[in-house]
T-cell receptor, first 113, second 114 residues
Framework: KQEVTQIPAALSVPEGENLVLNCSFTDSAIYNLQWFRQDPGKGLTSLLL?????REQTSGRLNASLDKSSGRSTLYIAASQPGDSATYLCAVRRRDSSYKLIFGSGTRLLVRP | NAGVTQTPKFQVLKTGQSMTLQCAQDMNHEYMSWYRQDPGMGLRLIHYSVGAGITDQGEVPNGYNVSRSTTEDFPLRLLSAAPSQTSVYFC?????????????FGPGTRLTVT
């Protein structure tokens, strides 16, 4: 059974710091991995999608990497800003006929001014 | 494009009442799904559909029904509401063209069952 874990559960950093959020998964047979952002009381916004054949994706100050063999992904945020404060969720899509998306429980990030 | 839309945004039900949460997408996505989000439990899949006329169960399907008569719409029906169904419900759709499967979410419906 695929399980997705995100560590740490919460993180508080001063503005300007570079930071790394971690995501691990137990079954390497994935179709893709997606990082989302969720602001309080809001829906999920897609940040980055990494297909299983890719090693990383970049969007602005965000860089996500994928290492299928070790079951890990990282989300790197450069030069963090207070506006980056949110919960970050990773999810892996199963490589079977269901294509189900399995979520981690998220990392709650606070960037202090 | 409006993306994924959900109605209503908020709903209060009494135990035993039934209702339908609406979900629509205008991106011609084949894959649609419903999740519930509870504190400490993360997002859990209720039902999903790989195309019109095809639905299947997720992790927590009990107490919920779905149908997919069109590509655009994927309503979620609560048959007899229970307090345990108090949650935030998210509808999502995925593009399957070019094997992308990038998932997009609606804004959510906050449901309280008393």
């Amino acid at each position: 059974k695929q399980e997705v874990t995100q560590i740490p559960a919460a993180l508080s950093v001063p503005e300007g710091e570079n930071l790394v959020l971690n995501c691990s998964f137990t079954d390497s047979a994935i179709y893709n991995l997606q990082w989302f952002r969720q602001d309080p009381g809001k829906g999920l916004t897609s940040l980055l999608l990494i297909q299983s054949s890719q090693r990383e994706q970049t969007s602005g100050r965000l860089n996500a990497s994928l290492d299928k063999s070790s079951g890990r992904s990282t989300l790197y945020i450069a030069a963090s800003q207070p506006g980056d404060s949110a919960t970050y969720l990773c999810a892996v899509r199963r490589r079977d006929s269901s294509y189900k998306l399995i979520f981690g429980s998220g990392t709650r990030l606070l960037v202090r001014p | 494009n409006a993306g994924v839309t959900q109605t209503p945004k908020f709903q209060v039900l009494k135990t035993g009442q039934s209702m339908t949460l609406q979900c629509a997408q205008d991106m011609n996505h084949e894959y649609m799904s419903w999740y519930r989000q509870d504190p400490g439990m993360g997002l859990r899949l209720i039902h999903y559909s790989v195309g019109a006329g095809i639905t299947d169960q997720g992790e927590v399907p009990n107490g919920y029904n779905v149908s997919r008569s069109t590509t655009e719409d994927f309503p979620l029906r609560l048959l007899s509401a229970a307090p345990s169904q108090t949650s935030v419900y998210f509808c999502a759709s995925s593009q399957t063209a070019f094997n992308s499967y990038e998932q997009y979410f609606g804004p959510g419906t906050r449901l309280t069952v008393t």
